[in-house]
């Protein structure tokens, strides 16, 4: 079972940058579809983002296209994600999640994850 820990949250000012990482415990790492997800006080969760095991296919929430980027590093067992242009409303607890099972789950739509870190606040202030 994977272990996934973020980092890198914290607080900035509207218009600001941050940068999320997320490191697992497994060199399998580079064999899941990684996400990153987010949860604002008193709402559901959402997709943010996600990658494909090579890295060579991303796919976004629609909102979101633009301000963020996401990216891995295989070789480093690590997850990224580029916040730019913050936003109060960014203002979320954000997780990485792994999906194992890619070729039967829309891990592009946020479907299908199976190991989930324990999440990193990110407050943007206005």
């Known amino acids: 079972q994977v272990q996934l820990v973020e980092s890198g949250g914290g607080l900035v000012q509207a218009g600001g940058s941050l940068r999320l990482s997320c490191a697992a415990s497994?060199?399998?790492?580079?064999?899941?579809?990684m996400g990153w997800f987010r949860q604002a006080p008193g709402k559901e969760r959402e997709f943010v983002a996600a990658?494909?095991?090579?890295?060579?296919?991303?796919s976004y929430q629609d909102s979101l296209k633009g301000r963020f980027t996401i990216s891995r590093d295989n070789a480093k067992n690590t997850l990224y994600l580029q916040m730019n242009s913050l936003k109060p409303e960014d203002t979320a607890v954000y997780y990485c999640a792994a999906n194992v099972f890619t070729w039967r789950t829309d891990w592009a739509g946020g479907k299908g994850y199976d190991y989930w870190g324990q999440g990193t606040q990110v407050t943007v202030s206005s």
């Open positions: 990658i494909i095991q090579s890295g060579g296919s991303t």
């Open positions: 497994e060199r399998t790492f580079s064999s899941y579809a």
